[in-house]
């Protein structure tokens, strides 16, 4: 009798070149050993290690910040999903993926497109420009702003100038020395500065967010 193992695709986009790096892993190789998906151009790698408590710890490169992030997440988590995405903890797009070959490959696809416009809004020639374009401060300091953001989002506690039956859409955008959150429906934005944890830990103590 063979036993099937289980198995899932996983992915993440090389910040050097921009493609797709794609495998499919399973449970014997995660448990036998680190789990290396290089790109073919040799500027990156994700790794995937499989824990004593049953998890599985990711190292992801990240195509818009210096340094790649690390995630933790269950083994459930990681081989049941039919699809799972991993988000950049800065500028909130998908940096790794897993699940179902299918949607894994669907949803490079999409993400491509949107960092193609990305790419032009920011007249950056190449992926690796886009890259090394973000001038992030302390990431500290952006960790605690995004949090704030987002927790402020949750609860219905930014306001802009749209009218009060209508809920807003805000985007964030990372800038040398500030964040800047704005409404993509009315157009009204703040910006938070990212300069020292002074400035951070003066927004945590935030009831509302303004946007004008």
């Known amino acids: 009798m063979v036993l099937e193992s289980r198995q899932t695709t996983v992915a993440y986009r090389c910040p050097q070149c921009g493609a797709g790096v ?3 892993v399973n449970l014997f190789a995660l448990h036998a050993d680190m789990i290396k998906l290089k790109c073919d151009c040799g500027g990156s790698e994700m790794t995937l290690v499989h824990t004593k408590d049953n998890k599985v710890r990711f190292t992801v490169p990240c195509i818009f910040c210096p340094n790649p992030h690390h995630f933790t997440l269950s083994s459930h988590g990681f081989f049941d999903k039919e699809m799972f995405a991993l988000p950049c903890p800065y ?3 998908n940096i790794a993926l897993m699940g179902d070959t299918d949607r894994v490959k669907a949803e490079l696809a999409r ?3 949107e960092l193609l416009e990305l790419l032009e809004e920011n007249n950056a020639e190449s992926f690796s420009a886009l890259h090394e374009k973000q001038e992030f401060n302390d990431p500290q300091v952006l960790e605690i702003i995004t949090y704030i953001i987002k927790e402020l989002d949750d609860e219905g506690r930014i306001n802009c100038l749209c009218e009060s039956d209508e809920e ?5 955008e990372f800038l040398p020395d500030a964040v800047k ?7 009204a934005s703040a910006l938070l500065p990212t300069n ?3 400035d951070a830990y003066e927004i945590l103590g935030a009831d509302s967010l303004e946007l004008k």
């Open 168 to 172: 807003g859409d805000y985007e964030l």
């Open 181 to 187: 959150i704005s409404c993509k429906r009315c157009g």
């Open 196 to 198: 020292s944890l002074i």
């Open 22 to 24: 794609m495998s499919v």
């Open 91 to 93: 500028s909130g797009m």
């Open 111 to 113: 993400s491509e497109l």
